[in-house]
């Protein structure tokens, strides 16, 4: 019996590692995979039986949450669609911003993850999948919450990642964990008015509780991080000019992965079976999945089967010209309709979805709508 459950954790730990590396679309060579399959005994010539879509397609929920002290330790900071093909071995990404407002839930859509838990332990994944199938218009097979505190640990366990970043950029008011309600030495009167001033917009949370906030610099080149650092350089959103924007940020946790990635399997790690087993239970704690026990040896031959996958990424933003990234989303004045937040809606309208759901089915399957070539080959839908 205590073989059997010490064999399902780490069947589990090394799918959310196959999860994780196949979303981001990196995966490893098959000496590495044949070492995972020997300590797991995956049965390699068995039919793969998962869940798909009409055309055949797999569809992934990645959530990345702050979990732990972490504020809003449930609010989702990363949401990624991922639409797989084990025909045609593609991959697509979508990154969703989340600040996108979402009438259904009166709220944003990082929120989604937050309110299904608070409703029902266990219903978190539920509720997500529901509303970002709703957007995107395409059915969400699976769904994978993976908490930031353990890849902080896991990036400890390692000895940090060497992250090249590309350029130096400054950010003034990232969140201190744990500070989030310090008074920074007000007294309650001054403190209410603050907060009535911050409310109307005449004055900023920063100016007002400097003390809640940090200055974090990055150099331009490569830096040796920390789990600490690293977090800090994926989840940092209010960096001075164009690192300030979703899309950059998306890139910085593609960067980090990517780091994470070849450290988990480079060389010396896999001689070093102490460590293996040490990460592999830091991340194996670290996650909510609904991927069934059974379903978890066909995720790994499923990823056997892409050695040379061909990855695709998208953003659902405001666009950028330069980059040729169509405008998806607008940034409207805020308002009592959006709670008085800082959001991005449709650019067709609030709740409408259908230029969103062209897009994506675009990306997805170019055969299904017509495109016209932009820069850096994203496509741009054609009416």
Same mark, same amino acid.
Request: charged share 30%; aromatic share 8%.
């Given at each position: 019996?205590?073989?059997?459950?010490k064999?399902?954790?780490?069947?589990?730990?090394?799918?959310v590692?196959?999860? #994780?590396?196949?979303i981001?679309g990196a995966?490893?060579?098959?000496?590495?995979?044949?070492?995972?399959?020997i300590?797991?005994?995956?049965?390699t010539?068995?039919?793969?039986?998962?869940?798909k879509?009409?055309?055949?397609?797999?569809?992934?929920?990645l959530?990345?949450?702050?979990?732990?002290?972490?504020e809003?330790?449930? *609010?989702?900071?990363?949401? #990624?669609? &991922?639409?797989?093909?084990?025909?045609?071995?593609?991959?697509?990404?979508?990154?969703?911003?989340?600040?996108?407002?979402?009438?259904?839930?009166?709220?944003?859509?990082?929120?989604?993850y937050?309110?299904?838990?608070?409703?029902?332990?266990?219903e978190?994944?539920?509720?997500?999948?529901?509303?970002?199938?709703?957007?995107?218009?395409?059915?969400i097979?699976?769904?994978?919450?993976?908490?930031?505190?353990?890849?902080?640990k896991?990036?400890?366990? *390692?000895d940090?990642?060497?992250?090249?970043?590309?350029?130096t950029?400054?950010d003034?008011?990232?969140?201190?964990?744990?500070?989030?309600?310090?008074?920074?030495?007000?007294?309650?009167?001054?403190?209410?008015?603050?907060?009535?001033?911050?409310?109307?917009?005449?004055?900023?949370?920063?100016?007002?509780f400097?003390?809640?906030?940090?200055?974090?610099?990055?150099d331009?080149?490569i830096?040796?991080?920390?789990?600490?650092? &690293?977090?800090?350089?994926?989840?940092?959103?209010? &960096?001075?000019?164009?690192?300030?924007?979703?899309?950059?940020?998306?890139?910085?946790?593609?960067?980090?992965? &990517?780091a994470?990635?070849?450290?988990?399997f480079?060389?010396? *790690?896999?001689?070093n079976?102490?460590?293996?087993?040490?990460?592999?239970?830091?991340?194996k704690?670290?996650?909510?999945?609904?991927?069934?026990?059974?379903?978890?040896?066909d995720?790994?031959?499923?990823?056997?089967?892409?050695?040379?996958?061909?990855i695709?990424?998208?953003?659902?933003?405001t666009?950028?010209?330069?980059?040729?990234r169509?405008?998806?989303?607008?940034n409207?004045?805020?308002?009592?309709e959006?709670?008085?937040q800082w959001?991005?809606? !449709?650019?067709?309208?609030?709740?409408?979805?259908?230029?969103?759901q062209e897009y994506?089915?675009?990306? #997805?399957d170019?055969?299904k709508c017509?495109?016209?070539?932009?820069?850096?080959?994203? !496509?741009?839908?054609?009416?």
């Amino acid at each position: 019996m205590h073989s059997r459950k010490k064999s399902k954790n780490i069947k589990k730990a090394i799918l959310v590692v196959v999860i #994780i590396f196949f979303i981001l679309g990196a995966f490893v060579g098959s000496k590495i995979w044949k070492f995972f399959s020997i300590g797991v005994q995956v049965v390699t010539n068995k039919e793969i039986e998962l869940k798909k879509t009409e055309e055949k397609r797999i569809n992934i929920l990645l959530l990345g949450v702050g979990g732990g002290t972490h504020e809003g330790p449930d *609010l989702t900071d990363t949401i #990624i669609f &991922a639409s797989i093909d084990p025909n045609t071995k593609k991959v697509v990404l979508v990154s969703i911003p989340r600040d996108l407002w979402v009438p259904d839930l009166n709220a944003k859509i990082n929120t989604a993850y937050y309110f299904g838990e608070n409703k029902k332990d266990g219903e978190g994944l539920k509720s997500a999948k529901e509303v970002v199938s709703k957007i995107l218009g395409q059915k969400i097979d699976y769904a994978v919450r993976i908490d930031f505190d353990g890849f902080v640990k896991a990036v400890d366990k *390692l000895d940090g990642l060497d992250v090249e970043v590309e350029r130096t950029f400054d950010d003034y008011a990232y969140p201190i964990t744990g500070n989030e309600d310090d008074p920074c030495g007000l007294s309650e009167d001054e403190i209410a008015t603050l907060s009535a001033r911050i409310a109307t917009g005449s004055a900023t949370e920063l100016e007002s509780f400097p003390c809640r906030y940090e200055h974090l610099h990055f150099d331009r080149g490569i830096i040796h991080m920390d789990g600490e650092t &690293a977090l800090k350089y994926v989840r940092s959103r209010h &960096a001075l000019g164009p690192e300030g924007s979703d899309f950059a940020r998306s890139k910085r946790q593609e960067k980090i992965i &990517a780091a994470f990635k070849n450290k988990v399997f480079s060389l010396d *790690l896999l001689l070093n079976p102490v460590k293996i087993f040490d990460l592999i239970d830091v991340v194996k704690d670290s996650i909510d999945t609904d991927i069934k026990e059974d379903e978890y040896d066909d995720f790994i031959r499923l990823a056997q089967d892409f050695k040379s996958v061909k990855i695709e990424s998208a953003m659902i933003d405001t666009g950028d010209e330069q980059d040729g990234r169509p405008a998806l989303l607008v940034n409207p004045i805020t308002s009592e309709e959006y709670r008085n937040q800082w959001v991005l809606i !449709p650019k067709d309208g609030n709740e409408n979805y259908t230029e969103i759901q062209e897009y994506v089915e675009c990306r #997805i399957d170019s055969k299904k709508c017509k495109i016209t070539p932009t820069p850096k080959t994203s !496509p741009t839908i054609v009416e």
